[in-house]
DNA sequence: CGGGTCGTTGAGGAAGCTCAAGAATCGTGG
DNA sequence: CCACGATTCTTGAGCTTCCTCAACGACCCG
């Protein structure tokens, strides 16, 4: 029923892939500044230092000062809020060219969210009177920036409506489906969502228990509709899963 | 138990409240133009025409085109998206000052949501080339423009939280609570919500039914925590709701 | 005063949670 | 290479929360 050995190959991010020529085409790669010449984010690198972290290591923790931006140059990012039921609410898994840190350049003085290395990855950082100022030089990647919170906010809005008005069936296919679509690879066991993913990630994910989750993925696999093992899921019937994201109930 | 008439006063926008002096006072409100000169917004008013709409018309629908960018002067928006199942879900409800459309300026063709006059109001509306136009002259403006909506970006985090997490009281607590402090006005019966709001309203705004909006906030009521009657809310006892926004669980 | 909208309350049922135990997988040290 | 502990996943049973369906009462406006 179950592949016994992850496909998701868990490589860690060697150092030396964060040099100088990986970060200026991270950058240039990042909605910021992607409309900018190759001179002016060569300018802007110099503002940005770069931090690694080993997967699983806390990259800021909600709460703290937050006057900083930071860039995902390789791996993948979690953020998280922490609640005092225990029970962890995951609002987004960011891969490499995504931003996260006082998106606020206001007031906001501390983070809103908890940052956490979901693999190994490479973080570039730069504070935000840095970033500021870069903004206030390129309108034009102040604008980019713009658009891309914006885009953030409609994901958001997405997600409300699916935990307002959807069961939990319908949204971890939808959240399966999302995630093959931004991390997917083509792999032997299907599209493999490319990044190590737990049970309990999909349910913080979903706004549901790992129990809940594990019963409602067996049966998609039943049904044969993805594939999974520990910390690792593939889609095998991507229409399938779809029908199920959308309000098709299936008739007869 | 409940007062029978509405404490909430449904005055209609008069025409004469849309004048150029009020558009100039709206606009340099706005967080996007308040940075600029008086001047440079009145410059930029000439981009912007008005449009008044009754209570409850509809300023634009979901997936129609959305190339504009529209701006509250008075009264009070909702922002909603339809679902196939005939529940909606209430995002957002925005007073003067805040703006809505087509937030991405970019490919973005058509309204991920659904506007409603949700009070009689006078909407300020400009095309999205002359917004980026504007933006560009001004990146003040954009930088402003990018805090705004980071901001809204975590507001809907924060709804997240709570639809992931928290039960439903909880919710209702938190979002009454919320709206007393966005649109409260202190009135005989307390902090009044200042604006016609419905059961139904709440029931969407918390991913809940009608119903159980209505039974939870009798026992409010019982409990001396609000007044309510036909389409407003006005809170009694704030501590009391805190408590029940944020998990103390009541000991004993 | 009568029709329409909105709110309240009840009873029954279903979706999903909690608690609990056991199985599969992984990493590590011998 | 194997054994062990730790983590992750699975499955079951009972129960709670909340939804659905339904009827009725209150308020509003013509």
Chains 1, 2 share one sequence.
């Not at 609002?91 to 490499?96: F, R």
């Not at 903004?135 to 953030?152: F, K, N, T």
């Not at 910390?231 to 399938?240: K, L, N, P």
């Amino acid at each position: 029923m179950e592949r016994r050995q992850s496909p998701v190959d868990l490589q860690s991010i060697t150092p030396q892939e964060c040099t100088f020529d990986v970060l200026l085409s991270v950058l240039h790669g990042t909605p910021f500044f992607a409309p900018l010449s190759h001179e002016e984010v060569q300018a802007i690198a110099a503002s940005f230092r770069q931090v690694d972290f080993a997967a699983g290591e806390p990259i800021h923790h909600y709460g703290t000062d937050a006057r900083r931006l930071e860039v995902v140059a390789a791996g993948t990012v979690k953020l998280t809020r922490p609640t005092i039921t225990g029970r962890d609410v995951l609002l987004e898994i960011l891969g490499p060219g995504s931003f996260f840190g006082s998106v606020d350049l206001l007031g906001q003085a501390t983070h809103a969210e908890t940052a956490t290395a979901n693999t190994d990855c490479c973080i570039l950082i730069a504070s935000t009177d840095e970033f500021r100022r870069i903004l206030q030089a390129h309108p034009a990647a102040a604008i980019a920036s713009l658009e891309y919170v914006a885009g953030r906010l409609q994901a958001a809005h997405d997600t409300i409506e699916q935990l307002s008005a959807y069961p939990v069936e319908r949204r971890l296919a939808s959240t399966i489906l999302k995630l093959a679509d931004t991390l997917g690879r083509e792999a032997d066991e299907g599209l493999l969502v490319d990044m190590p993913l737990s049970r309990q990630d999909l349910a913080d994910m979903t706004g549901t228990t790992v129990e809940t989750v594990s019963r409602l993925m067996s049966t998609f696999r039943k049904d044969g509709l993805i594939q999974s093992g520990r910390r690792w899921v593939a889609v095998v019937d991507r229409d399938g899963l779809e029908r199920l994201a959308s309000d098709e109930i299936s008739p007869i």
